[in-house]
C-alpha cells in the first residue's frame, strides 16, 4: 500500500517568515495531494490541493509544489501569522486494491509561529 | 452549509462496556471513512465505505471493532468490549469519489472518547 513520510514532525518560526512541510509518497499511480490544518481541538480542514498533471498551486499565502519524478510534494507558507499555529497533514491518493482508493495521511507537522 | 455529523461528541467509559459511534456523512457523498486520532498515531484508517459498501477495514482490530452503514444517511463504529487503549479522537470523513479521482474530504468534529 502507499505509504507518505512527512518532515519535520514539529517547525517553529518567527512571525514574517516562511515555512516549507515536505512529503515523500511511495505509490507512483498516486494522482491527488492534498494539505489539511488541523487546529487544537478542532477537526481537519483543507487548505490546498493538487493533482498530479499540475506541478504548483498557489492560494495567497499559501502554495503546494509536486514532483512526480521524486515522488514528493511540499507545503509552503510565506509571511507566517500566529494563526497558522496548527498541526499540518499532508496526503496521498492512491489506488488500494479490490477497486478501492483512499487518502493516506503523514503523521502530521505541528507549526508554530512565533510572535 | 453542509457539514459532516458525529455523536457523541464526548463519551468516557469504563472498561468493558460497549460504545457506539454515530456519523451523518455529507448529503450525496459516497464515501465515508472511520479514522482515530492519538498523540503518536496520527491519522489512522481505521473503515472505509464507498457507496454503503466496506472496501478496507484492514486497520480496524476486529475482534472488537466493527463499523456499518446501515443506510446512506448513517455510519456506526462500534467498540465492544472498549479497552482503555482504545482512547483517543474518532473523526468520520465523507467525500465524493467517481473512478479513480476523488475530491475533498470532509471531517466531522470527531468523538473524544475516554475508556477507563
Known amino acids: 500500500g502507499e505509504n507518505v513520510e512527512q518532515h519535520p514532525s514539529t517547525l517553529s518560526v518567527q512571525e514574517g517568515d516562511s515555512a516549507v512541510i515536505k512529503c515523500t509518497y511511495s505509490?507512483?499511480?498516486?494522482?491527488?495531494f492534498p494539505w489539511y490544518k488541523q487546529e487544537l481541538g478542532k477537526r481537519p480542514q483543507l487548505i490546498i490541493d493538487?493533482?498530479?498533471?499540475?506541478g504548483e498551486k498557489k492560494d495567497q499565502r499559501i502554495a503546494v509544489t509536486l514532483n512526480k519524478t521524486a515522488k514528493h510534494f511540499s507545503l509552503h507558507i510565506t509571511e507566517t501569522q500566529p494563526e497558522d499555529s496548527a498541526v499540518y497533514f499532508c496526503?496521498?491518493?492512491?489506488?488500494?486494491?479490490?477497486?478501492?482508493?483512499?487518502?493516506?495521511f503523514g503523521k502530521g507537522t505541528k507549526l508554530s509561529v512565533i510572535p | 452549509d453542509a457539514r459532516v455529523t458525529q455523536t457523541p461528541r464526548h463519551k468516557v467509559t469504563e472498561m468493558g462496556q460497549e460504545v457506539t459511534m454515530r456519523c451523518q456523512p455529507i448529503?450525496?457523498?459516497?464515501?465515508v471513512f472511520w479514522y482515530r486520532q492519538t498523540m503518536m498515531q496520527g491519522l489512522e484508517l481505521l473503515a472505509y465505505?464507498?457507496?454503503?459498501?466496506?472496501?478496507?477495514d484492514s486497520g480496524m482490530p476486529k475482534d472488537r471493532f466493527s463499523a456499518e452503514m446501515p443506510d446512506a444517511t448513517l455510519a456506526t463504529l462500534k467498540i465492544q468490549p472498549s479497552e482503555p487503549r482504545d482512547s483517543a479522537v474518532y473523526f468520520c470523513?465523507?467525500?465524493?469519489?467517481?473512478?479513480?479521482?476523488?475530491?475533498?474530504?470532509?471531517f466531522g468534529e470527531g468523538s473524544r472518547l475516554t475508556v477507563l
Open positions: 493538487i493533482r498530479s498533471n499540475v
Open positions: 496526503a496521498s491518493h492512491a489506488y488500494s486494491g479490490a477497486g478501492s482508493y483512499q487518502l493516506t
Open positions: 505509490d507512483s499511480a498516486s494522482n491527488y
Open positions: 465505505f464507498r457507496n454503503r459498501a466496506p472496501l478496507d
Open positions: 470523513a465523507s467525500g465524493r469519489t467517481s473512478g479513480g479521482n476523488t475530491g475533498e474530504l470532509f
Open positions: 448529503l450525496g457523498h459516497n464515501t
